[in-house]
């Protein structure tokens, strides 16, 4: 398995543009996960979809955030506008929920964003 | 909800040495207790987890411990390498419900 992908790795964008990240889960894992980590803050939960359903988007800092699960496999987070203090690494994670709990709890490689 | 704390922030120790990460979390109801390294530039990757049935877990040099009763678990590092360099983070999840993190530690292993 190729793991949790995201896209793009890198992403540099000007003040006011929308920005569009990318995540492909872990075929079978009926969970998603995006998260956002700064050294001020830590590791963030934005928002998380069971079975493609947005389940708690209590995280995500404002409406300039969204977040689809279209499909099982694949999910956008999308900033418009984004601002410089949006700037930090977004990860994807993706995992199998069960009664009992989440399992198999994977993260991405991340997308690096800067906003200037 | 769950709420995670993890000490120290920052550990230093010589090359060969142990370390130790200890977390403690406030919600009885979790059972499940991963740990995750972080190395630069990269994604959190699961080393080794726990659930609340078992005491004590062990694989190669890495093993994590589970006290239920005072609500803490730690990350116990053996003859620490250079590639054990990292930051560790440590979570926790009641049944069903999704992970909680630790702040992070970041551990550098001398040489």
């Known amino acids: 398995d190729a793991g949790v992908i995201q896209s793009p790795r890198h992403e540099v964008t000007e003040m006011g543009q929308e920005v569009t990240l990318r995540c492909k889960p872990i075929?079978?894992?009926?969970?998603l996960f995006w998260y956002r980590q700064t050294m001020m803050r830590g590791l963030e939960l934005l928002i998380y979809f069971n079975n493609n359903v947005p389940i708690d988007d209590s995280g995500m800092p404002e409406d300039r955030f969204s977040a689809k699960m279209p499909n099982a496999s694949f999910s956008t987070l999308k900033i418009q506008p984004s601002e410089p203090r949006d700037s930090a690494v977004y990860f994807c994670a993706s995992s199998t929920r069960t009664g009992q709990g989440y399992y198999g709890y994977t993260f991405g490689s991340g997308t690096r964003l800067t906003v200037v | 909800g769950e709420n995670v704390e993890q000490h120290p922030s920052t550990l230093s120790v010589q090359e060969g040495d142990s370390a130790v990460i200890k977390c403690t979390y406030s919600d009885s109801a979790s059972n499940y207790f991963p740990w995750y390294k972080q190395e630069l530039g990269k994604g959190p990757q699961l080393i080794i987890d726990i659930r609340s049935n078992v005491g004590e877990k062990k694989d190669q040099r890495i093993a994590v411990t589970l006290n239920k009763t005072a609500k803490h678990f730690s990350l116990h590092i053996t003859e620490t390498q250079p590639e054990d360099s990292a930051v560790y983070f440590c979570a926790a999840s009641p049944a069903g419900y999704k992970l909680s993190f630790g702040a992070g530690t970041t551990v550098t292993v001398r040489a």
């Open positions: 075929s079978g894992h009926n969970s």
